[in-house]
């Protein structure tokens, strides 16, 4: 007996439609394998028509008060908590995630940055008027971009696409979104909600692949391209926007430095490292995944490090115990296997290092110890539940290898020494720090990162004033 597989359509113009020419992609839940759904392949006239529809729904849009974009992206906020339970299925099938955790973990950060960005949307200001020349007075203008091309990542399907619609549309843009191509159903599902309240054209969706994503970027409506995303991926963008001079907001890749003193409670330390390094399967660019700890207490973290990963247990969605699900990915499994099978003579695996079951695309939580700095599982992000650990000798040692990485998005910092914390901080060179913890993140703090891991600002108001631009009005007082 043959299932008949979900049929995924894109949203355009306040319609689901189909691809133009007939094309679809295959979509597989990671946690079984199988095909479950299939999602449009869009070509150049889905690109067409969806930058068409958000350019003609723009000036509308544009000219709402901030008051009334708030009160949309309340609704919105409102009508997600309502659907929470729609939107965690589709989400697990796409990813594999545990239901519970998908439940606790991602739908109220959700909500809540939805709303944050509901009241930023009533602080579009600039700076008050003044004059700056004689019998002139000048003022600033805070206003939309325009039409935003945005693409969303795999890892967190559902908070990455909040991430981009939110700030985008509480400053006044509209939004052409695409999902990856592998996990394309809960974006789905949100232009379903997000449809039925605001007006046609503000928000599109369209699957597809990279050469989707590619059209998008190089259309020439959109007046600002937005990814999270590989450096490669992102570096693709940045070309491909620079011919016409589009703005560009990357957020790209990231291999997260923990540096952890001999004055660090180990007990306290290697818990929460292990969940900052394994939720999501290590799938996160801020994961914990690069371990550097005093030589004194080294053999003692290390071997605490492999127990908790030993007893971290992955599995399916349904399964209340699982602290993570299967990677994204056939290809993605390949990935993290291969940096294992490659590991050098002198690295140790120390816990997991294995595919866990026949079934879908579970890694076992991984620890790999003996590692050098020069290394590819220490210069390169693996982006699965592997963690790494070296041993350092003094605080310059530990920030010349904390900073020497090509990534500089996330790190952080254990030590009871606020002294030696501050000295740290300030020079750790990636876009956050933490101290005595790893990976919280709030709405009202900014997200991002310096060198390849990108430029501009997710959450905060930082992350809203990217999807404006300034404007400066000038009038004479002789007039």
Known sequence: ????????????????????????????????????????????????????????????????????????????????????EDLIAAESENTGKPLELTRTEEIPPMVDQIRFFAGAARMLEGRSAGEYMEGMTSIVRREPVGVCAQVAPWNYPMMMAVWKFAPALAAGNTVVIKPSDTTPASTVLMAEIIGAIVPKGVFNVLCGDRDTGRAMVEHPIPAMASITGSVRAGIQVAESAAKDVKRVHLELGGKAPVVVFEDTDIAKAVEDIAVAGYFNAGQDCTAATRVLVHESIHDEFVSALAKAAADTKTGAPDDADVLYGPLNNANQLKQVSGFIERLPAHAKVEAGGHQVGEKGYFYAATVVSGVKQDDEIIQNEVFGPVITVQSFTDEAQALKWANGVEYALASSVWTKDHARAMRMSKNLDFGCVWINTHIPLV?????????????GKDLSSYGFDDYTRIKHVMTSLDA
């Open 1 to 84: 007996m043959t299932t008949e597989l979900r049929r995924l359509r894109n949203y355009i113009n306040g319609e689901f439609r189909d691809a133009a020419d007939g094309r679809t992609i295959e979509v597989v839940n990671p946690a079984t394998g199988d095909v479950y759904a299939t999602s449009p392949l869009s070509g150049q006239a889905d690109v067409d028509a969806a930058m068409d529809a958000a350019a003609a729904a723009f000036p509308a849009w544009r000219d709402t008060t901030p008051a009334e974009r708030q009160k949309v992206l309340l609704k919105i906020a409102d009508a997600f908590e309502e659907r929470a």
């Open 443 to 455: 709405a009202e703090m900014p997200h991002g990162g310096f060198k390849k891991s990108g430029y």
